[in-house]
């Protein structure tokens, strides 16, 4: 009966815990917030969600374009490493090509140079042989009457021209003894020699004209004391056509004759000074020619210079540079 009663006792005070005492007003408040949490939570919520879901969609789409993007360029870098292999084995390709053809260009010249000096050599053999042979009179006039010798005139000019044109602006020395130098000098050793005769000069001064100028230019263009044997000869030359009055009245009467005769009488060579003052006695023995180039010989003559090599040591220019003074005297009855 004690522990029934017990029982009942703490059933009692059990019941009493689980109700809490509140007013009505705080109720029906909470009441009120609870039902309001039951409306907008589901809303809150689910605005949260949505907006996550799309972003989320928004994230997959980027990602799928950056992988779309990325295999793109996956395919372009391999196409540009596919390019670029084949660049680069064409480029060395091109470079071997080009080796060999550096090669072809090498043994092109060397072929080349063995051929011009061969050339060169040859050319100075017959030409030495050819200089020989022209100091007989029938071997000139059988020249001059073979069909190729207004041509060979021509290519004399041509050799010439390149010859002075290949010279050192600082060449000191002239080597005597090259085969392009014994080359020129036979050149102008055989032009001396054809000049020497009378059809020599005339066929010079009618179908030659090309070589005439050519050697009063080439006189002008070299330095003072430079090939000097050269000059000698190509001054022999000149001074020989002048003994006609055809090839004379030419020579006079080109363009820059009379300071070229004044720049030949500076040379420190004697023989170049010599046969420049032989030519000019040439044109003042000529009364018809004189009379043209009086008035500029009057005005540029270098008298001073005449008179210096009237007392040179060397015993003929000496006497022509006298006697060209005394011709020279004819100027003054001109004026």
């Given at each position: ?20 005492k ?7 408040r ?7 949490l ?15 879901f799309q ?7 980027n ?8 295999e793109q ?12 292999e ?5 480029c ?7 080796l ?19 050339c060169?050599?040859?050319g100075a053999?017959?030409?030495?042989l050819?200089w ?7 071997a ?6 073979g ?10 000019a041509?050799t ?7 010279l050192s602006?600082?060449?000191?020395q002239?080597d005597l003894d090259?085969n ?7 050149l ?5 020699n054809v ?5 020599g ?17 080439l ?8 090939c ?6 190509m001054?022999?030359s ?12 030419y ?13 030949l ?14 030519l000019?006695?040439?044109?003042i023995?000529?009364p018809?020619v004189?009379?043209?180039s ?11 210079r005449?008179?210096a090599l ?11 540079a ?12 001109e004026?």
């Amino acid at each position: 009966m004690r522990r029934r009663a017990g029982f009942a006792g703490d059933a009692q005070a059990e019941t009493k815990e689980e109700f809490v005492k509140i007013r009505r007003r705080d109720l029906e408040r909470l009441t009120t917030e609870v039902m309001q949490l039951r409306d907008f939570l589901p809303k809150i919520v689910n605005g949260d969600i949505l907006g996550a879901f799309q972003k989320l969609d928004a994230i997959e789409s980027n990602m799928e374009k950056k992988e779309e993007e990325i295999e793109q360029l996956k395919m372009d870098c391999e196409h540009f490493r596919s390019r670029l292999e084949t660049a680069q084995a064409d480029c060395m390709r091109e470079k071997k090509e080009k080796l060999d053809l550096r090669q072809q260009l090498n043994e092109a010249k060397q072929q080349l140079l063995q051929q011009a000096e061969y050339c060169t050599e040859m050319g100075a053999a017959v030409c030495t042989l050819l200089w020989g042979v022209s100091s007989n009179e029938e071997a000139v006039k059988t020249i001059l009457g073979g069909s190729k010798a207004v041509k060979f005139f021509t290519i004399t000019a041509q050799t010439m021209e390149s010859f002075v044109k290949s010279l050192s602006e600082d060449m000191k020395q002239q080597d005597l003894d090259s085969n392009e130098n014994q080359f020129v000098l036979a050149l102008a050793g055989i032009v001396t020699n054809v000049a020497a005769l009378a059809c020599g000069r005339e066929f010079l001064v009618s179908s030659s004209r090309e070589l005439l100028d050519t050697m009063m230019h080439l006189l002008g263009d070299m330095k003072p004391g430079l090939c000097t044997k050269f000059k000698v000869l190509m001054l022999m030359s000149l001074y020989n056509v002048s003994i006609n009055l055809k090839g004379l009245k030419y020579i006079s009467e080109s363009p820059g004759f009379i300071p070229l005769l004044w720049w030949l009488l500076n040379d420190p060579d004697t023989e170049v000074c010599l046969h420049a003052l032989r030519l000019l006695q040439s044109v003042i023995l000529e009364p018809e020619v004189l009379a043209k180039s009086a008035s500029e010989m009057r005005d540029t003559l270098p008298f001073q210079r005449i008179i210096a090599l009237s007392k040179s040591r060397n015993a003929d220019l000496q006497a022509l540079a006298k006697e060209l003074l005394e011709d020279l005297k004819i100027l003054e009855y001109e004026a």
